[in-house]
């Protein structure tokens, strides 16, 4: 299994660009929003562009990705799509509500913890830490996890919206 994991590793590092991309495919596909925590709450907060509950991603070889969400505007769901473009591995660039590095910290198939460093169109920075499960539940190691890459960053414990909890956007 190690041995195994150390290959995949080393493929990543090794592999050229599309390759590496190309072992991020699987994890393509449905996903939901469980948490997302945020140095300024006003950003997670409904209104606000992290307001958001994930959908779908999808990987593709030409190392972008595509992440279809939606966000709540005066309580109405409104669909987005924005387009990551591979940096370094695990690494993405978005342009979203201003910039933002998007980096996966955690990729398994049934989580993904994301961390994102937004800088706004008005030059405010804003570190925030998501969780994306495929099920209902997320488990306790990987939620682990999310906390305490939350509280590297220094954000607050009562900085983190529950999006399982109040997700009726439509399904797709
Ligand atoms: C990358 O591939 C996807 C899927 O084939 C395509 O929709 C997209 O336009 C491509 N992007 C670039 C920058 O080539
Ligand atoms: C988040 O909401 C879900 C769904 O209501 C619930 O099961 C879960 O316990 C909540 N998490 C926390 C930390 O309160």
Known sequence: MKVLLLSVVLGLLYAGHGEAQLL??????EWKTHYIAASNKDKITEGGPFHAYVRHIEFHANNTVDLDFYVKSDGECVKKQVTGVRQRIFVYHVEYAGENEVT?????????????????EEGKETDLVAILGKRDRISYLVHRRFKRETRKRGIPEENTVNFSDNDDCPEE
């Not at 996966?104 to 706004?120: E, Q």
Request: hydrophobic share 45%; aromatic share 4%.
């Open 24 to 29: 991020l495919k699987p994890f393509s596909g």
């Open 104 to 120: 996966i910290l955690h990729l398994s198939p049934d989580a993904i913890i994301g961390s994102i460093h937004n800088v706004d």
